[in-house]
């Protein structure tokens, strides 16, 4: 290799290639395959439905990484070694919006919105850096913080059970529910001393429900969480960056031993089969929420710009506005993808920046070759069929640490924020969380504001975003400067 090739344009040999394409794949697998069961489970869809979104998943993620790193036109592609993955900060919306429009039309209107949104992103791109002045530390700190502190309640609820439907806590006690259905026999008779039952009339649940929270499967989480803890104190290098990826191995093989996880779907799925675009019918288009989404694509491109900026520092190659608004065009490229193809709004992956600076590897091939892997996995339903099959309390030891290392890094840029002399800096904070925590803690606090504006005050990711710019601006101004933003990505690596 002549040695006026810089290190991030070298073509490694094809061995290590592989190699060091696998460990970037495995260190972002867990983040990849989290946002696709979470919001397929929130939708309510069947379990080969779930599957196919993780499989598109894993292909988009591909794509998107290919374009990003190999680079496509002089329009898309940042050039760099750049895994891209699904961003958390969709992940509250997209849930919320599920939430309301469960099954295959929730998914269109998810989808919709993701286009429109990335469509929207591409031409926001080279705007970004007029941007950057309203995004200081103290706001994506904030926000970020409460993107975590959200993600934890998906996390718990896999430990224990959600609080609705066959694992909520109380179920309606077989004894009332007989009563009931004879007293309703009753009033079908022509007796005027038994008037009718009222409409809509439920009985309260009162038993406790045995499915929900039962021991073994806390006892499962837990051995989860304490491989994870224990693989990270004790491995070293590349075994430690993939902690959270062996302590779901080590909770699935558990499960499987105690008869606790089944395999049918695994075997009912193929070994091979295509993507193919809007699985789940054409998308719909709603405005309201294509401006959500836009919101957490504009945080989106915001977190980017700073991992670019860290990452250029660290493979000493310098950023130009040009190579900038590619790589932020990506974004927004990938996103509309991700759309097309049934899956989700994508940015980089700052661990796998951080594993860039573990290896000391620049080369951005090394990401085209993970971006091919990702892709092969894609392709692969059986794989996903057996992602898919892990009950969700053996996601849950690890979701508590991928989701609270998300809060955790917000703390750890919120760390590098200017309290003792600017301490307006902490209204900042304080009231921008105690907005992101509303729907968490109140969430029929809307009931009797207008129905159209639910879908932006129904995420504490948005009220969070909006009330930390505002507050900021107030209180600092909209002055930035791109060694603090850069910092901040710095500090951001676990995100």
Known sequence: MSSTVHPVDEVLPLPRLATL?????????????????????????????????????????????????FGVTQWFGIKMPVMMGVTFAAVGPMVAMAGANPGADGARLIFGSIIGAGVIGI???????????????????????????????????????????????KLVSPEHAEWLK?????????????????????????????????????????LVLISILLIAKYGRG?????????????????????GMMHFDNVAKADWFALISPFHFGMPIFDPILIATMVLVMIVSLIESTGMFLALSDLVERKITPQSLSAG???DGLGTVIGGIFNTFPYTSFSQNVGLVGVTGVKSR??????????????LIPKMSALVESLPTFVLGGAGLVM??????????????????HKRNNLFVVAVSLGM???????????????????????????????SSIVLNAFFNGTVIDEAELREAAMTAEAH
């Open 21 to 69: 394409g696998i460990q970037h794949v495995l260190v972002m697998y867990a983040g990849a395959i989290a946002v696709p069961l979470i919001v397929g489970r929130a939708l309510n869809l069947e379990p080969h439905d779930v599957a196919f979104l993780i499989s598109a998943d894993l292909f988009c993620c591909g794509i998107v990484t290919l374009i990003q790193s």
């Open 123 to 169: 031409f926001l791109a080279p705007l970004v850096g007029k941007m950057l002045r309203f995004f200081p530390p103290v706001v994506t700190g904030t926000i970020i913080l409460v993107i975590g502190v959200t993600l934890m309640r998906v996390g718990i609820q896999w430990v224990f059970g959600v609080p609705v439907g066959l694992t909520a806590p």
């Open 182 to 222: 004879t007293v309703q026999s009753f009033t079908t008779g022509a007796n005027p001393a038994i008037p009718p039952i009222p409409a809509g009339l439920q009985l309260a649940p009162s038993v406790n429900n045995p499915g929900y929270a039962p021991l073994s499967h806390i006892g499962i989480s837990v």
């Open 238 to 258: 590349f075994v430690s960056n993939i902690a959270v990826l062996l302590g779901i191995i080590v909770g699935g093989v558990a499960t499987a031993l105690f």
């Open 328 to 330: 932020l065009r990506t």
């Open 365 to 378: 091939f090394v990401c085209v070759a993970a971006g091919v892997i990702l892709i092969i996995f894609g």
């Open 403 to 420: 989701f609270g290392m998300v809060a955790a890094t917000g703390i750890r840029i919120l760390s590098n924020v200017d309290f003792k």
């Open 436 to 466: 992101g925590m509303i729907p968490l803690i109140a969430p029929s606090y809307m009931m009797w504001l207008p129905h159209a504006i639910h879908p932006l005050i129904e995420s504490g990711i948005l009220l969070a975003t909006m």
